[in-house]
């Protein structure tokens, strides 16, 4: 029996995109146009959203909506995290 879908979300500060899904890609996913990306048991959606604004320093942001089977975001989370801490490593 399949484990019910589990559903993250979660505003990203300071990665564009095009490169926030560059790293999807990299971990299986295939681009399915309007900021979606699907891999292997999992689906994401990216969206920009309004800027975020310390005084004078605005930082880009994301919304980011991933869904997937738990064994598939068990696996892919942890890889994602890296790319994000590492830039792309």
């Known amino acids: 029996m399949m484990a019910e879908p589990v559903r ?9 995109l095009k490169i926030f899904q560059d790293y999807l890609i990299d971990l299986g996913g295939s681009p399915d146009g309007d900021g979606r990306v699907t891999g292997p048991g999992w689906q994401a959606r990216l969206q920009r959203v309004e800027d975020f604004q310390i005084g004078s320093l605005r930082v880009g942001q994301l919304r980011v909506e991933l869904e997937g089977q738990p064994e598939a975001l068990d696996d892919l989370l942890p890889r994602l995290e890296k790319k994000l801490l590492r830039a792309g490593a």
């Open 8 to 16: 993250k979300e979660w505003t990203q500060r300071g990665i564009p």
